[in-house]
């Protein structure tokens, strides 16, 4: 069975640029998570998808940046304009059925940003 | 709001001897617990959890973590080190409202030979 999948693996970018990272989760998997994850600290849940619609974005800065998953398969998050304090690495996770609390989350590899 | 705390961000073991790993949860509600490791530049892998089923888990890797609920607590132990546990730990809990994990500091556990 084929992993969580995102690109690209790594992104320099100057501050003020935008970006864009990809995410492909399990097939069959209803629920996406994107995660933020500093250095030093653990992942922080930016957004979750149940198939396309939003579940949570309550933490997400609504201000720079925003994620769609139009077909209820793939993601995109999007940063827009790109902060020095956004550098990071992006972790795109799934899970099987509704998201419930027990449910295990797969994680991609990530994609390392460096704002510059 | 829930929350973990992962006590020492760094711990050091001789190859061969206990690892402990400490977790402490704050939730309103009974909670459901993970331990997760990450190897270097590769995303988190779930090494177990807990589901309320029972106190003591076991997990891959030889790792197991016991519940208790009056210590809140959820360490994460493994008898004997191997060098391939070289990696960081990341406690995870999920529960109140919100179904997404809420994660941990994060202890990076070096293996010594």
Redesign the interface.
């Known amino acids: 069975e084929a992993g969580?999948a995102q690109s690209p693996r790594y992104k320099i970018i100057e501050k003020r640029q935008s970006v864009a990272f990809w995410c492909n989760p399990i097939s069959g998997h209803a629920?996406l998570?994107w995660y933020q994850q500093i250095l030093?600290?653990?992942?922080?849940?930016l957004i979750?998808f149940q198939n396309n619609g939003v579940?949570?974005d309550s933490q997400l800065p609504k201000d720079r940046f925003s994620a769609e998953r139009l077909k209820g398969v793939d993601s995109t998050l999007k940063i827009q304009p790109a902060k020095l304090e956004d550098s990071a690495v992006y972790?795109c996770?799934s899970s099987l059925i509704?998201?419930?609390?027990?449910e295990?989350?797969?994680?991609?590899?990530?994609t390392?940003l460096l704002v510059l | 709001a829930q929350s973990v705390t992962q006590l020492g961000s760094h711990v050091s073991v001789s190859e061969g001897a206990l690892v402990l790993l400490r977790c402490n949860y704050s939730s309103s509600v009974p909670p459901y617990l993970f331990w997760y490791v990450q190897y270097p530049n590769q995303g988190l892998q779930l090494l177990l959890k807990y589901t309320s089923a029972a106190t003591l888990v076991k997990g891959i890797n030889g790792f197991e973590a016991e519940f208790k609920k009056s210590e809140t607590s959820f360490h994460l132990t493994k008898p004997s080190a191997h060098m391939s546990d070289a990696a960081e730990y990341f406690c995870a809990v999920s529960g109140e409202g919100r179904r997404a994990l809420t994660f941990g500091s994060g202890t990076r556990l070096q293996v010594q030979p």
């Open positions: 969580v629920t998570y030093g600290q653990g992942p922080k849940l979750q579940v949570d972790l996770a509704s998201g419930a609390n027990q295990t989350q797969y994680f991609g590899p990530g390392r």
